[in-house]
Antibody, heavy 118, light 106 residues
Framework: QVQLQQWGARLLKPSETLSLTCTVY????????WTWIRQPPRKGLEWIGE???????NYDPSLKSRVTMSVDTSKNQFSLKLTSLTAADTAMYYC????????????WGQGTLVTVSS | DIQMTQSPSSLSASVGDTVTITCRAS??????LNWYQQKPGKAPNLLIY???ALHSGVPARFRGSGSGTDFTLTISSLQPEDFATYYC?????????FGQGTKLEI
C-alpha cells in the first residue's frame, strides 16, 4: 500500500489553469500507472486520464484538448494540468495509483476540492 | 466509449439484509470490472477488482460476480458501516468509465 498526498490551488477563475501534484510515499513509483479522477459536487466519479512511469498518457476524449499529465520519477510525483477552466470543472479531484496488470486503482489520495468561480 | 449502466440508483435496506447492485457494460469487458465504496466526504475505497477478487482487508460479506457485460455486487448481512454509495468501473479499455453510482440507505 502506498500513501498519496496531493496539493494545488483550490480557488481558480474561469479561463485559468488548474495545476495539481500528487506525491507517492511508501512504495514503488516505477512499474505503475497513475491516474486522476474527479467528482463534481453531488455527482458521480469521472475518469480524467492516466500516465505511466514512462510518461505515456491516456485521456478522456471530452477533456483531451485541455489536459496534460506528467510524471517526475526523481520526486515520486505526478501532475495534472487542466486549461481553460469553467464552472463545470468545479469538483473534488483525486489522484490514485493504477495497477496496470490487475486493472485497478487501488490507493487514492485524499482529494482536493477545486472551485472555479469569478 | 464503453457505457456503464448501474442499477438501482438508490436502494433502501436494513441491517442484516442482503442487497444486490448490478452494473451492465455496453459491450463485453471480460472481467475488467471493479467496485468501490464511497462515504460522504471521503475518497472511494476499493472493494473488489477483476469482477470477483476481494481487496485486502475487505470483509467477505462483499461478493462480486459476472462476466462479459453483466456484473453484480452482493452485500450479505448488511452492517451499519455499509451504508454508502457504490460505484462500478470498467478497466477493459480507456476511457475507464464509472457507473453512475448506487446510494445504499438505511
Amino acid at each position: 500500500q502506498v500513501q498519496l498526498q496531493q496539493w494545488g490551488a483550490r480557488l481558480l477563475k474561469p479561463s485559468e489553469t488548474l495545476s495539481l501534484t500528487c506525491t507517492v510515499y511508501g512504495g514503488s513509483f516505477s512499474g505503475h500507472s497513475w491516474t486522476w479522477i474527479r467528482q463534481p459536487p453531488r455527482k458521480g466519479l469521472e475518469w480524467i486520464g492516466e500516465v505511466n512511469d514512462s510518461g505515456n498518457t491516456n485521456y478522456d476524449p471530452s477533456l483531451k484538448s485541455r489536459v496534460t499529465m506528467s510524471v517526475d520519477t526523481s520526486k515520486n510525483q505526478f501532475s495534472l494540468k487542466l486549461t481553460s477552466l469553467t464552472a463545470a470543472d468545479t469538483a473534488m479531484y483525486y489522484c490514485a495509483r493504477y495497477r496496470t496488470f490487475e486493472g485497478v486503482a487501488d490507493d487514492w489520495g485524499q482529494g482536493t476540492l477545486v472551485t472555479v468561480s469569478s | 466509449d464503453i457505457q456503464m449502466t448501474q442499477s438501482p440508483s438508490s436502494l433502501s435496506a436494513s441491517v442484516g439484509d442482503t442487497v444486490t447492485i448490478t452494473c451492465r457494460a455496453s459491450q463485453s469487458i471480460s472481467d475488467y470490472l471493479n467496485w468501490y465504496q464511497q462515504k460522504p466526504g471521503k475518497a472511494p475505497n476499493l472493494l473488489i477488482y477483476a469482477t470477483s477478487a476481494l481487496h485486502s482487508g475487505v470483509p467477505a460479506r462483499f461478493r462480486g460476480s459476472g462476466s462479459g457485460t453483466d456484473f453484480t455486487l452482493t452485500i450479505s448481512s448488511l452492517q451499519p458501516e455499509d451504508f454508502a454509495t457504490y460505484y462500478c468501473q470498467q478497466t477493459y479499455n480507456t476511457p475507464r468509465i464509472f457507473g453512475q453510482g448506487t446510494k445504499l440507505e438505511i
